[in-house]
Each structure stands twice: as C-alpha cells, then as structure tokens.
C-alpha cells in the first residue's frame, strides 16, 4: 500500500498542477494507476468485489478533485468501477450456477433478504444482473436493495461454497482481482489504440475532392485525414487556426508534410469561409450524457456557422472521453480561464493590469477561457471506436460503459457493501 | 378555421348522435359557486363528456368550491353504478364493480399518483380472486385492468400504471415459484409497495434536479404538478435562491394553488395569465412542467398550455425541463393534437355564451420531443431519446 500511495500522490501532483497534457495520456495514465492500486490491494475472502470498489472510489475521489475540469479522470474511475462489478456479477453466475437449488435455500443470507426459499438460481442471477443494468421500467417493481443484492450474492455464494470446498474459494478470489486485471489492462489498450480505430472509418466518410474545415489541432483528426489520404482520398483542409494558443499553425504544417493541400484562416475567417466546406471534423475534450460536446474554445462559433449553412458538423471522441454526466452549467462548471499572458504582452499592458497601484483594481480584465460548449442540436454526427453515432444515442454507450451507482463517486461511510 | 376542411359541419352531427349510445359520461354538475345561476354554455350538458381523470385533478388542485365537488363527487357515483352495470358480464358483476370502486377510493386521496391507485386497486382484486393457478389470476387482472382502462379513457397514467402491472405479473409469473400461494402474495406485496415506489420516485427526481437550479435563477412554472412541487420544495429546504414565475392555469386555476404552497415556503412567487408568458420569457432561465404522460416519442402530454409554453421557450433558446415518473411511460404515439382520445373539461366563462358559439374545452395537449431539452424521472435524467428505448426493453 505505501508503493501504491507514492504513486498517487505523485499522479495528483501533476493532475493539480496541469502537467498533463490531453485526455489520452490522462486517461492512460489514470488507468495504469488504479491497477496498480488493484493488484495491491489486499482482498478479503468474502465480498472480494465491495473492497475492491472501497479501494478504487477512495482514490478516485482524490483524483477527481485534483482536475475536475479533465473529465477523462472521472470516465476512467467509473469505467473501472463497472468493470470490477461486472467480472464480479460474471463470476458469481457462473458459481450459482454450479450449485444445486437445496444449497442455495438451505443458505441463511438468502432467507434473511427476501424470506422466498424457493427462488431458484436463475432468479437471483436474473435479480443480482438487473443491478448492473442502469434503473429501467422492467426493473420497477422488483426488489428494492438491488444495489446491496450484488455483494450479498458474492458472499453468500461465497459461503456456500465454502461449505463445500474450501480451495474453491481462495482461487476464486484470485480470480476475481485476476480478471478485474485483465478487463483493465484491454481498456488500457483500447485508450491507446483509439486513434487507429477512430481513423478506420475515415474512408466512410471522406469522399473524393471535398473540403474540410478543422479547428485548431487534434491528433484524432490528424490521423483521421491521414487514413484517408493513405486510401487515396483527394480533400483539402482548412484549417483554422484556434487562437490564443495557434495549435491550427502545427496541424497545418503536419499536413502540409503529408502532402495535403492546406489553408489556414482566423477564427473569425470561419463564417466567410464556412460555405465552400463540405464538412467540418473536429476532436472535442468531453462528451458529455446528453451528446453536448467540451471543446477548445471556439468550436461553438465552428458548430454555429455550419448549422447556418447545413454543413455537417462531425466530432471524432475516443470512448474515455464519453461522460455520464449532465452539464447543467458546463461554461462555468467545465471550464478553466487560462493565463492573460496568452493573450497580452504583459510588458506592453503593465499599467493597464497592475493589481499594485491604485484601487487594486485594475480597469483591464483578461478572461482567457479553455474550453467552449457545443449543444448536441448542432452536431451531426458522433465517430468514436465503436463507429458512428447520432448525439441522441450517447446514453446507450453510457448506459454499456458505466453503472448507474458510481455516477458519484464517493465512499459510503455505511458499511453497506 | 377551426378544421382545415368544413368537416366541423360533419363532425358536429356525428357528435350529436353518438353521444346518447355513450354510457359513461358523467353529466357534469351546474357551477353553484356564482350568484347568477344561469348555465353558461347550454352546449356542455349537449354533448359534452367530462374527463373523470381531469375533474379528479380539478377536485385535488383547483379552487373549487365544496357544493361543486359535493355534486361532481355524486355524479362520479351515479356514473360508476350506470358503468359497472355496462361494463360487467354476466356472474362477475361483484368484481368488476369492485375495482372501479377500490380505484376511485384510493384515487381521492390528493397526494397518491393515478398509477399507484390503480395498481393499489389491481392488488385488491387479487386479493379477493379465487384463483388457483397463475394463468387464472393473470386472466382475471387483465380483466380488471381492461375494465379500469375503459372506464377512464383519457387517463394516461392510470393506462400505463396498468400495463406496467400486467407486464410485472407476466414476467414474476415466468420465474418459477413452487407455490402459487407465494408467488401471489409477493404480488400483493409488491403491488403496496409500489406506493412507496411512487413517494420515493418523487425524492430521486427532485435530488436529480437540483444541480440545474442554480443561485439566482427565475422557473417558470405551468400547472400544479406534485413531482414539480417536490423540486421546488427541496431545492427551498437546500436554501438555494430562486423564484418563480407561475401561470394561473385556466380554467382550474391550478396555478393560484401552486402559487400558495410556494408562498408557505417563502419562495418569492409571480402570478401570471396565461397569455403573459411570451412577455416574460427573456427574464426566464428554465421551464419546469410535470407530464400527465410521456409518450413513445419522448413528448409529453400535459395540461393544456405546456405546448405554447415549450414553442416559445424553444424559440428564445430556454430550456424546458420535465419531471415525470417512469410509470408515466405509455405506449402512445400521437402525431399531432387531435391524434389522443379527447379529454374534455367543461370551462366557465362568468358569462352566458351563446349556443352558437363552440367553446375549445380539451383539457391537454401533446408537445412534441424537439421542444423539450431534459427529462428528470426516476430512473435518471434522460433525454427524450431515451424514453422509447425504455418502453421497447419493457414491452418487447
């Protein structure tokens, strides 16, 4: 544990002080974290999955904190969160099922939840696998502590083998932690491979002699153009250039080196120019449950302008930027003001801003905003790993990566689980 | 003018003659309150059949008065006699009256939701049935909910609560239980608890919503909804500051009720008519309606005004937020405003209208999907997206 406590503290140092840069390399970095805090955390015989889940929200909380505008954090948390329940749901099936229905009834946990003995096997799998499914109408009426039924099948399954074989249970314990180990190291590599994935689809897309529109630079996008240039597609790019921090400058020189014809513009170029694009492709920072879009600023003015001129406006996200949640104040609660040094020369603008001198308040303000909000009326189209999609279907995605409980994550002070 | 084509010449015939074959309408009671005893629109007591879903909701929120709810509570009675004696088939005529009459008893209690009644009645009638097996009870709730369906038609909670509960009875009846008699008392037990289900759905909606009302936000609010009341009223206890503007909410004045209960809270509270929401709306920061129903396309049907309400909120870019429970998920699929069966209302003027002229009295309307941003339910905040895929996974 004091291994695994260095290392969170040195990964909170660097997330509080914003040395981070992206949400890939966060997301990756985030991930190879909690397994490290997975693999060393020691696991008890019963409930191996509610100490596991202790372990991860304990310093996902803290993580969180740290940055909670890089969202990509808070998805990585919640997806191992719903990764340790579902290897722990597929094992405890698997064990209930090997067992006969006298064991199961014979079993005193079982009579104290629900005083019904007769509930066969495959009424509890079928009641402890409607937990992990996020509350629908199907699951209503049914038994309400379903978010406590998970670690009571666990260890009443755990306990009822126990009485039959006793090596069974040390293995299945290691079995957990072992799978939980493996889920996240695919999702580690699904992080990194997202990009390939991503431009896969590029040719689907892209057709011959069309002119894009990008803002500022995405290494998505990058590989997105590059995919289809590689298939033969002949496009040619504009590229604005996403001021205060010019990132649209290397994306059109990395183009430019591809051999793709390129022009750059202002910001304030786009709406001239936005009726001769036949499409505008942009990465985005976060999506967020309602298809709304987290963006470097001044995708908004992008998203507008081609919505004026019904242009389709396609936002390429890797899954670890997809986020359960609803912004319900996303330009102030979602966004960070960066330096005024990015915009003024402090040299040239010391009297207007010195805080010294005077009333202590200057009459010059710099507000230098990181990120824009894109409503999901204005998007056309979604591309992650798993394909293409409308904003109108980012709840499924949700409802398939992250479990309805760990949307806060907090530890329970109760000893519930 | 009122149709696209002169069909109102046809449909007003058509109207005079199928009224006398429908046996259950309620003969709505003569407004007492008023000094001039006069029957403002001789047109009502013509053809005229009162929603009993509407006056129920008149009787909890609206300002009545007692000598009109005295008489609409008797013809409620009248009308249940002359129904149930249509409605039954020969031999069961007990039961069939039973749980209309179970129904309208747990319906009058005001803070009790139209579902949780009906599946409250539903539970009695299994308790009172013979059956020995499930496919027996299965068959005798279906028949009990059909009669409930068709004895209120134009409540879509009360349609939805039903089906909910078939649905519910169906699946449990697939996992096997070795006793009949277990298996039915854990309907009997879950069908009660449905009621804390309902009172627990309001909580989780309310704590749902209270991230999106922030420090110094103006709500406009439509009609008295409870689930909006709940918000309202814990988003008061968390000490965030807010008002309200509130819609009066003709013709059952729903609004001036709502407009009370937040006065209590020290709310600061607005009272508008209803035509004055266009000249408010700049000042607005969200709209927050309840729904009498969601339906398949993720619209909603609530009382009559939301859909103004939504159009012009949507056209000055305000968000319009719906708390609903899940239980309000019907599989209807309206494609404009006179595609749901009607519900009507009479509305009183103050003054004799003449004969001639045809008075508007639907008490609901449908607003589309497009013109809603967010759902608050019980089951999370959704996207109207997301309401039919919720209905496929329950239905199919």
Known sequence: ?417 | MWHRSASFILDKNQNDTVYPADSVTLTPPPPSSISTPQNPNPNLNRNMSMSAYYQTRAAHHGVVTSDWLAQSQEAATRAVVTGGQEIVDGGKSGRAFSVIDEFNNWRKQPDLAEAVAAIRALAAVIRNSEAKTMMELEIELKKASDSLKSWDTTSISLTAGCDLFMRYVTRTSALEYEDFNSARSRLIERAEKFGEISYKARKIIAMLSQDFIFDGCTILVHGFSRVVMEVLKMAAQNKKLFRVLCTEGRPDRSGLRLANELAKLDVPVKLLIDSAVAYTMDEVDMVFVGADGVVESGGIINMMGTYQIALVAHSMNKPVYVAAESYKFARLYPLDQKDMGPALRPIDFGVPIPSKVEVETSARDYTPPQYLTLLFTDLGVLTPSVVSDELIQLYL
């Open chain 1, 1 to 417: 544990m004091p291994d695994t406590q260095v290392l969170v503290n040195d990964f909170l140092n660097k997330l509080k002080k914003r040395k981070i840069e992206g949400s890939q390399a966060t997301a990756r970095q985030t991930a190879e974290l909690l397994r490290s805090v997975i693999s060393q955390q020691r696991v008890p015989y019963t409930n191996q999955a509610g100490a596991l889940i202790d372990a991860v929200k304990a310093v996902g909380e803290q993580l969180i904190a740290a940055n909670p505008v890089e969202l990509a954090v808070g998805n990585i948390v919640r997806r191992v969160l719903h990764i340790i329940r579902e290897e722990d749901l597929s094992l405890t099936t698997a064990a209930i099922g090997g067992l006969n229905l006298s064991a199961v009834s014979d079993d005193e946990n079982d009579d104290d939840r629900d005083g019904d003995s007769t509930l066969s096997a495959a009424a509890v799998a079928a009641a402890a696998r409607s937990t992990l499914r996020p509350p629908s109408l199907q699951t209503l009426l049914e038994d309400t502590p379903v978010s406590a039924a998970v670690p009571q099948t666990s260890s009443s399954g755990g306990d009822s083998e126990g009485k039959s074989k006793s090596a069974d249970k040390s293995s299945r314990s290691r079995k957990l932690k072992h799978d939980v180990i493996e889920a996240v190291n695919e999702l580690i590599q699904d992080i990194v491979t997202c990009h390939e994935q991503i431009a896969e689809q590029a040719v689907e897309h892209i057709h011959q002699n069309e002119v894009i529109l990008t803002l500022g630079s995405s290494r998505t996008v990058l590989e997105f153009l590059f995919a289809a240039k590689e298939k033969k597609r002949s496009f040619r790019v504009f590229v604005a250039e996403g001021a205060p921090r010019y990132q649209g400058h290397l994306l059109a020189k990395e183009l430019v080196a591809r051999g793709l014809q390129t022009t750059l513009i202002t910001d304030s170029a786009v709406f001239a120019m936005i009726s001769r694009v036949n499409m505008v492709i942009v990465g985005a920072h976060a999506v967020m449950a309602n298809g709304g879009v987290i963006a470097p600023v001044g995708m908004n003015l992008v998203a507008l302008a081609a919505q004026k001129h019904a242009v389709p406006f396609v936002v390429l996200a890797g899954s670890h930027k997809l986020c359960p949640l609803y912004p319900h104040n996303p330009e102030v609660l979602l966004n960070e003001l960066r330096s005024p040094s990015e915009l003024l020369d402090f040299g040239e603008f010391s009297d207007c801003m010195d805080f010294g001198s005077g009333s202590g308040s200057p009459l010059l303000h710099v507000v230098n905003p990181a990120f824009d909000y894109v409503p999901p009326k204005l998007v056309s189209l979604f591309i992650t790993d798993t394909g293409g999609h409308n904003p109108s279907y980012m709840y499924r995605l949700i409802a398939d990566y992250y479990s309805a409980d760990d949307l806060v994550v907090q530890r329970r002070a109760t000893a519930g689980n």
